[in-house]
């Protein structure tokens, strides 16, 4: 699968793809990042590509003629179009459903913004998909974006070493979060492991994880209500 980011700052992405799963699946072939920066579409000396609003108010807002010259330069680059996103606290919220969505894709264009966002008009011209990571406001939509490729990756075949890993996580199927799990030693600071995962009676602990779930989930959902 491949992933296009349209960004001011493709250096904030050079950590984050020499790490971990992402980098070995880049590694096998599985995963393709590229980076691609809106000044390298700019016109004048300064390489601009922010300008003050219409009708006054408070900071810069990237304009359209290197958004949408770098849209159609990076399309162009490839033997299809891929599904254009635009990171913006306005969007559909992600969650594992659309993570779901977005993995039937074979291409994503990940739009970054920064200072107050987007002209109007590239929503309008060029219609993204607006994706919101949560209720809140980041710097940029680099973080955000990669939320997007970190949770999509996870649901292309061959990049979890365990192909049953991402079926067991939190919202994967049940719509669930994940049940409590423990590793070794046994106990730790007066704190058990559970008699239940020490049994091997794998039916018990298929039922006892189902129950656990359930009961994480409804207390997730009550904190939720109480917070809202």
């Not at 108010?57 to 003629?65: N, V």
């Not at 990940?110 to 809140?136: M, T």
């Not at 974006?145 to 049953?164: F, H, Q, S």
């Amino acid at each position: 699968m491949r992933f296009d980011v349209l960004t001011l700052f493709p250096g904030l992405f050079d950590s984050y793809l020499d790490q971990s799963l992402l980098k070995l699946a880049i590694d096998r072939g599985l995963v393709d990042v590229r980076l691609w920066n809106f000044r390298d579409w700019t016109k004048d000396k300064r390489k601009s590509v922010d300008d003050k609003p219409f009708g006054g108010g408070p900071g810069m807002l990237i304009s359209c003629p290197p958004v949408f010259d770098c849209v159609e330069a990076v399309q162009a680059d490839g033997p299809e179009p891929g599904q254009l996103i635009m990171l913006t606290p306005q969007g559909r919220r992600l969650d594992q459903k659309l993570v779901s969505e977005l993995s039937t894709h074979k291409r994503l264009l990940l739009l970054c913004g920064r200072y107050e966002g987007f002209d109007e008009r590239i929503r309008d011209g060029l219609k993204p998909l607006e994706i919101s990571a949560g209720d809140f406001i980041a710097n940029g939509g680099e973080v955000p974006a990669m939320m997007v490729i970190d949770t999509v990756i996870r649901l292309i075949p061959g990049v979890l070493g365990d192909e049953t890993s991402s079926k067991y996580d939190s919202f994967s199927e049940s719509g669930l979060l994940e049940y409590p799990q423990y590793t070794r030693p046994r106990e730790f600071r007066g704190m058990p492991v559970p008699d239940i995962l020490l049994s091997g009676n794998h039916e018990e602990i298929a039922r006892w994880r189902d129950e656990q779930s359930r009961q994480r989930t409804e207390k997730r959902r009550q904190l939720d209500e109480r917070g809202a």
